[in-house]
């Protein structure tokens, strides 16, 4: 019998949070590494969210252990922001907040699978939702969609994945780690194809719904067809620069919804109080801030694309939200360079921090064995190094 249970052996080590302690340890030996691996804004939290930080410890009313699915005030405000901005019929018992959309996306999974339920994970996908499924004791089953589709997977290839054993359904938009968006169009079809089946429930990840370049961004949960079957998941990480403040949130039917704080309350209770009050502010305040850095998001997508069409081999599409590249590299499987050859995405992200000192992320950690993920959430000078120092890199393999 082994110290480590099989369900810890079993599970992947998160690939984003691999590659980027890979680059950090390079940069502890003086490497000059750009680390372009992980999806977290390069803004500071704006000053305002800060002040109400700042203000509700001075207060000193924030002290003591907060209510496991949220303040009041604050599952309020994000009721009505879910009502308001998404056409998500919400009330606060419908709203938990936790340690992260990541910890919400644990609650959900464990809440609602049984042993061998299955779930049909839109691919390319985040690169947590398939181990998530599988501690859960869910069956991922993955649904795929092309470059040439844009990455999105379509309701025909998802009618023909449903078995008896579905339970959900989840897909993020804008996605991690391809950009793509679906239009309300085309999750109405998706929903058109699930209807008939009352019993699977959708997991919608709208996280970077802030930063989407279509100028709509469409949530499932407002399809009055789909009332009481969709589960929303949205956090202020991404769209408020708040990473390390550990704030996620639903929307959930009501029964889901007391099962996730029911989970919450055994592992980890009320998620940090002086977060929560920053993030009522982050709610309830202007979002001229976050629309600032969408701005600035939308500069550095054109940038950053037309330097990777300039790279031979690379095969890259116009991503419509998020902040990530998703090129297809297949080009270069076969390829060598001294002590190095290229037979995977795994192999060539390990080469390009090698030899050229940036760190790019494995699409096989996304269910794309044929691509590399590359966040462009860092500075102009940064993005325009990093894409040099890997069409250099790239030329020197044969």
Not at 242 to 256: C, D, H, L, N, Q
Not at 264 to 291: C, D, H, K, V, W
Not at 316 to 323: C, Q, S, Y
Not at 334 to 359: F, P, R
Request: hydrophobic share 40%; aromatic share 8%; net charge negative.
């Amino acid at each position: 019998m082994g110290l480590i249970s099989q369900r810890i052996e079993a599970m992947e080590e998160s690939a984003t949070i691999a590659m980027a302690q890979k680059a950090r340890d390079l940069k502890s030996k003086g490497v000059d590494v750009i680390s372009l691996s992980l999806g977290e804004p390069d803004f500071k939290t704006p000053k305002h969210i800060q002040e109400a930080a700042k203000e509700a410890i001075d207060s000193g009313k924030y002290f003591a252990y907060p209510p496991v699915p949220g303040y009041q005030d604050l599952r309020e405000a994000i009721a009505k922001k879910f009502t308001e901005e998404n056409g998500i019929p919400t009330k606060p018992a419908n709203v938990v907040v936790s340690t992260g959309a990541k910890q919400s996306l644990a609650n959900i999974f464990m809440s609602i699978l049984d042993p061998e339920d299955e779930v049909i994970v839109l691919s390319p996908y985040w690169v947590s939702y398939s181990d998530v499924i599988k501690v859960a004791e869910g069956v991922p089953v993955l649904v795929k969609g092309g470059i040439e589709d844009d990455f999105k997977a379509t309701a025909e290839q998802i009618v023909k994945a449903i078995t008896p054993k579905t339970k959900a359904l989840i897909y993020s938009s804008p996605c991690n780690p391809t950009g793509s968006v679906f239009t309300h169009g085309e999750l109405k079809e998706i929903a058109n194809v699930l209807l008939p089946y009352e019993n699977i429930l959708v997991i919608a990840d709208e996280i970077y719904e802030h930063i989407n370049f279509t100028g709509e961004h469409a949530s499932m949960g407002s399809f009055p067809e789909m009332e009481g079957r969709v589960i929303t998941v949205n956090g202020v990480a991404k769209g408020f620069a708040m990473t390390g403040w550990r704030i996620g949130y639903i929307s959930a039917p009501e029964p889901i919804a007391k099962a996730c704080a029911k989970i919450q309350g055994q592992f980890t209770s009320g998620a940090n109080s002086i977060a929560q009050r920053a993030t009522l502010a982050a709610l309830t305040s202007s979002l001229e801030p976050t629309q600032k850095m969408a701005e600035e998001y939308l500069k550095r997508r054109q940038l950053v694309h037309d330097l990777l069409i300039e790279i031979p081999g690379f095969k890259v599409n116009m991503p419509k939200g998020a902040f990530y590249f998703f090129p297809e590299v297949t080009d270069y499987f076969g390829k060598a360079y001294g002590e190095y050859t290229i037979d995977t995405a795994g192999d060539l992200c390990m080469y390009l921090l090698n030899e050229a000192h940036v760190s790019l992320v494995t699409g096989e950690a996304f269910g794309s064995p044929e691509c590399v993920r590359l966040s462009y959430a860092a500075s102009e000078e940064d993005l325009k190094e990093a894409i040099s120092r890997i069409k250099s890199a790239l030329e020197k393999l044969s």
